[in-house]
Each structure stands twice: as structure tokens, then as C-alpha cells.
């Protein structure tokens, strides 16, 4: 850390290898349902519409916990709700590999994401009580690659355990894995320094109304809001339909499904890039002035879905390689939405209300992606699937142009 930047508390680094480890378990028991998709097909056969609407449902009752469960979190504390959407989220998916029912399974899978949907915004409130505003962007871009991270090490898991044992035993090693994350966080993990080192002490709340108040004034979160709507639409249709793009493509080869899984963790790998350059140089900018950074790795997202839907399509690895850009370009703008700039909007307390505001909203768009993008991969192909989400893309990219302009006019008023 250079001298000209703020220094963390003692022990802000022990809280920040706690987090960034913890919220990384959480997808041990998120992408083995996504990795289990391509067996319910065989095994069962569910077409993709099918399949797309479980989990859009899940995903719609994730965003409904995002916000009341980021409310909840002003009252209960960001430690507690951290730890009790960890261990609800290992009881659930224990409970999943368990059920032989199709509507059994949709039901759990409901359950563990609404679970889960506590998480980040715990991690949000304990962030906001340990590291200095000034750092925001860094601290958050680097919490935010524990998605990244934790897509990638459960997908690689998640392929060898489906391998060698099949697809129910995603559901008793993955949850085991995050169980022991958690006991360890149960003694690392704190919600707050201590009051002498001059920050907010764990007793500290702030009442919802009052912080929805004083949120609504704030500008930038409106943009946040229908930002996140976008981004986590292209987001979650990656992440929910990869393995399935990639086993399609690999079809006839032996352990095509597996390998596929493996292969498409290269899309959260190069997220972790993106969301550490562009956490960083929105930092340089300055609060409130993190639009531009975003706009760029946007304009760049939208050239590398269209190659995927032109250009890779009929190449495994073209196909990777564009997938790879995709999350490159798209995860450093969505990683600062509901991190930096929650935080950002957020100057007077209420951080995890906001972040789990711009979290919900855009799990309403997740919802749809499920569905939307599983019904055109139907009726049209994957070229076009992709074509939607890179118009989705575009237009997400307009919205960080206009929110940049506007930013930079009201820099300019005296």
C-alpha cells in the first residue's frame, strides 16, 4: 500500500480474506445447480424452456431476498446475516441431492438462492464499517472477484465431482466444502473494529426508513438500479447457460458434458480480471465519477458477444476465447454496482439497504434470463441468444454514457 493512500484498521485484512473466502463458498452451492442442468436434461428430459424457468423463479425469489434481507441487515448486523445466509444455503443444498421430485428440486433450489440473497449484503455492511471511502473501488473490486473465484474453483470441482461420482453428489461434497468455510468464519469473521479506532462500532444501526430517505436522493443509485437490472440479465444467462452452450458445441465427445463445465469457468476466471482493473482506475477517478471506466468495458462487451454469436458458434475454441472477453468486459462494471457504488450512495450509513436494492433489482432481470434466453436458444439457435444479449448489452451501454454526462455536468455546476 503506497503512503498517499488510507490505511485500514488493524485486522481489516484478516476480515478482508474472510469475506472474499466466504462469499466465494457460496458458489460451491450455486454453480452445482447450474452444472446439474445438462444431466436433469438427460436424465430427465427437460428442455431448455423447462429448465429456464426454474431457474428464473429461483432467481426472482433471490431478488425478493435481496431486498428484504439487505434491509434486515441494518437491524441484525452484517456478521450475523453473512453466517446465516451461509449455513441456510448448506442445509438447502443438502436437502436438494436428497429429492427425487421434479417440483421438490425447484422448490429447494428456490429456498437456497433466497437463502443466499443475505450474503452479499452482510459483506456490504461489514466492508463499510472496516475500510476507508477512499478505497472503496479497490476494496470492493477485490471482494467482488470472490464470485469470480468461487465460479471458477466450484465449476472445476463441480466437473470432476459430476465426473467421477454424478451429478447428486454436486449436492453433498459442494455443500460440505462450504460448511467448513463457514465454521472457519464463525471465528474469523468480525462485524466491526473496535470503537477506538475510530470507526462505526458493531452496535451501530440505522433505521430502514430514514435510509430509504436519504437514498432516494441520491442520483447515481437510480442509474445503479436500472444498470444492475441490465448487467445481472447478461450475467446470470452466461453463467446459467455455458456448460450447456459448451456441451452442445463439444456434442459426441467423450465426457463432453464435464469438460464443458471445466472449460466454462474461463468466464468468471476473466471476470476476476476485470472487476480488479476497473475497481482500481474507477478509484483514480473518484467517487461518484466511476462512469466512465464502466462505459468503456461496456463498449467492448458488446464487440465480444457479437463475435460470440457470429464468429464462435461452430469453434470450441473461438468459442472460449470469446466467452472469456465476455467476462472480461462485463464483470468490472457489474462487480462496482452493488459494491463502490453502493457504498458511494451510501455516505450516511445504510449500505447494505442499498446494495441489497441494486442487488434485488437486477435479480428481477436475472429472472428473466433463465427463460427468455432458453426459449430463443429453442426456437432459433445460440446465435440467437447471444444477438439478444448483445443488444441488452447496447443498451446498458447508453445508460453508463448518459449517467457519465450527467455525472460530468454536475461536476461542472458551481
Known amino acids: 500500500m503506497r503512503s498517499d493512500e488510507p490505511r485500514w484498521p488493524r485486522g481489516a485484512s484478516s476480515v478482508f480474506l474472510t469475506l472474499l473466502l466466504g462469499y466465494a463458498g457460496f458458489y460451491f452451492c450455486r454453480a452445482n445447480v447450474d452444472a446439474a442442468l445438462p444431466y436433469l436434461q438427460a436424465d430427465y428430459g427437460y428442455d ?9 423463479i429461483a432467481i426472482l425469489g433471490y431478488a425478493i431476498g435481496k431486498v428484504v434481507l439487505g434491509a434486515a441487515t441494518e437491524a441484525v448486523g452484517g456478521r450475523a446475516m453473512f453466517l446465516f445466509a451461509l449455513f441456510s444455503s448448506v442445509i438447502a443444498s443438502f436437502a436438494i441431492g436428497a429429492t427425487h421430485l421434479f417440483f421438490g428440486v425447484a422448490a429447494l433450489i428456490c429456498l437456497n438462492r433466497f437463502a443466499q440473497s443475505g450474503g452479499w449484503s452482510g459483506l456490504v455492511d461489514v466492508a463499510s464499517r472496516w475500510f476507508p471511502r477512499a478505497s472503496y473501488g479497490t476494496v470492493m473490486g477485490g471482494l467482488s472477484t470472490s464470485y469470480e473465484l468461487g465460479n471458477v474453483v466450484a465449476l472445476l470441482v463441480s466437473g470432476a465431482v459430476a465426473y467421477r461420482f454424478g451429478w447428486r453428489a454436486l449436492f453433498v461434497v459442494n455443500p460440505a466444502v462450504l460448511a467448513i468455510i463457514g465454521l472457519v468464519a464463525l471465528f474469523t469473521l468480525r462485524g466491526a ?43 446470470t444467462g452466461f453463467l446459467t447457460w455455458t456448460p450447456t452452450f459448451l456441451a452442445e458445441l463439444a456434442k459426441g465427445e467423450a465426457h463432453a458434458v464435464p469438460i464443458a463445465i471445466a472449460k466454462s469457468a474461463v468466464f468468471p476466471a476473466a471476470g476476476m480480471i476485470g472487476a480488479l482493473v476497473v475497481g482500481r482506475l474507477s478509484d483514480r477517478l473518484g467517487p461518484g465519477r466511476r462512469a466512465p471506466a464502466m462505459a468503456a468495458s461496456l463498449a467492448l ?56 436494492l441494486v442487488d434485488g433489482v437486477g435479480y428481477v432481470g436475472a429472472s428473466l434470463s433463465g427463460v427468455v434466453l432458453g426459449a430463443l436458444a429453442d426456437r432459433g439457435g445460440w446465435p440467437l441468444a447471444f444477438d439478444a444479449v448483445a443488444l441488452v448489452s447496447a443498451v446498458a451501454l447508453a445508460i453508463t454514457i448518459a449517467w457519465s454526462r450527467d455525472s460530468t455536468r454536475s461536476d461542472a455546476r458551481p
Not at 204 to 223: I, M, N, P, T, W
Not at 301 to 329: D, Y
Open 48 to 56: 431448455k424452456a423447462r429448465l429456464g424457468t426454474v431457474t428464473s
Open 193 to 235: 473494529p473496535a470503537p477506538a479506532q475510530g470507526r462505526p462500532s458493531p452496535a451501530k444501526k440505522h433505521e430502514v426508513r430514514s435510509v430509504l430517505r436519504a437514498l432516494a436522493k441520491q442520483r447515481a443509485l437510480g442509474y445503479a438500479l436500472v444498470l444492475s437490472f441490465v448487467l445481472t440479465f447478461v450475467r
Open 301 to 356: 462487451l458488446v464487440a465480444s458477444v457479437l463475435l460470440l454469436a457470429h464468429a464462435g458458434v461452430g469453434s470450441t475454441r473461438v468459442a472460449i476465447v470469446a466467452v472469456g472477453a465476455c467476462g472480461l468486459f462485463l464483470l468490472g462494471p457489474y462487480s462496482l454496482l452493488s459494491g463502490a457504488v453502493s457504498l458511494d450512495v451510501a455516505e450516511d450509513g445504510g449500505a447494505a439497504t442499498a446494495a441489497g
